[in-house]
């Protein structure tokens, strides 16, 4: 079992920047691929950015290339996501996740197999 905690998140002003973090307990962590998701009000949970376990590797959703960057601390147990030059399109409940298979975090519908609470980003024009 592995429980993930969210913060760092807030209001911001369009223009921006924010870092959140994920802090991961129960497991080893470099075992798991982490990523990010975000989920606005009326719409489903899409994917925003992963990592691999050893933080070789990084993905990101075309709409954050370039704005956003998901780095890990695994003597911390913790993911990040810096977010630069936030946007009001941002604005959603920001989600980390984890599961040992990086790809799951690229499905349709992501089984990824832990999850934690969120933490609210709102960025305002």
């Known amino acids: 079992q592995v429980q993930l905690e969210e913060s760092g998140g807030g209001l911001v002003q369009a223009g921006g920047s924010l870092r959140l973090s994920c802090v991961a307990s129960?497991?080893?962590?470099?075992?798991?691929?982490m990523g990010w998701f975000r989920q606005a009000p009326g719409k489903e949970r899409e994917f925003t950015a992963a990592?691999?376990?050893?933080?070789?590797?990084?993905y990101y959703a075309d709409s954050v290339k370039g704005r956003f960057t998901i780095s890990r601390d695994n003597a911390k147990n913790t993911v990040y996501l810096q977010m630069n030059s936030l946007k009001p399109g941002d604005t959603a409940v920001y989600y980390c996740?984890?599961?040992?298979?990086?790809?799951?975090?690229?499905?349709?519908?992501?089984?990824?197999?832990?999850w934690g609470q969120g933490t609210q980003v709102t960025v305002s024009s």
């Open positions: 996740g984890a599961d040992a298979a990086l790809h799951v975090f690229f499905a349709a519908k992501p089984p990824v197999n832990y």
């Open positions: 990592i691999s376990g050893n933080g070789r590797m990084t």
């Open positions: 129960g497991r080893t962590f470099s075992n798991y691929a």
